[in-house]
């Protein structure tokens, strides 16, 4: 159980660090396409968030504690933050690709251990979230094409 909970919390960590990225590129991006772009961030950092509420809870529900601090955050994420600049679309979807790819290995990660370990519940969690990231970094990648 002890390895389900560490690899929870780093997911954890990642997502807490992804979602300020997300934010902060919904408040820098310019372009011609920026009516299509600043809304998806924003549709993006909110499904983020409420995956970071049921993270920490089902972490709580496995008797475990979530971290909840930025520090906490910051020296484990291997996501790396944004800068405070503008950016563009193509800067923001090659980004995404890769942090949406090192949360897919977090969750595919998590849902081995799991399965090893005969937690079915946080298992199947993995599974929605694992179809989630698949679809959206094919479709970012389609955006690049
Ligand atoms: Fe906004």
């Keep these: 159980m002890e390895s389900i909970l560490n690899n929870l919390n780093n997911f954890l960590s990642d997502l807490n660090v992804f979602y300020r990225k997300l934010q902060n590129y919904h408040w820098n991006i310019k372009g ?35 971290l909840g601090t930025l520090k906490d955050y910051l020296n484990i994420t291997k996501i790396t933050e944004a800068e405070n600049k503008k950016v563009d679309s193509t800067l923001v979807y090659n980004e ?38 698949s679809l959206k970094i094919w479709m970012l990648k389609q955006s690049l094409e």
């Design 32 to 66: 011609k396409d920026f009516f299509v772009v600043h809304p998806k961030l924003e549709e993006y950092y909110t499904e983020v968030n409420t995956q970071i509420d049921e993270i920490a809870e089902h972490i709580l529900a496995l008797c475990g504690q979530p």
């Design 96 to 133: 995404l690709i890769k942090d949406y790819s090192t949360l897919l290995e977090d969750v595919k990660n998590i849902k081995n251990v799991a399965d090893k370990e005969g937690e079915h519940k946080t298992s199947a969690m993995m599974d929605d979230i694992i179809d989630d990231y």
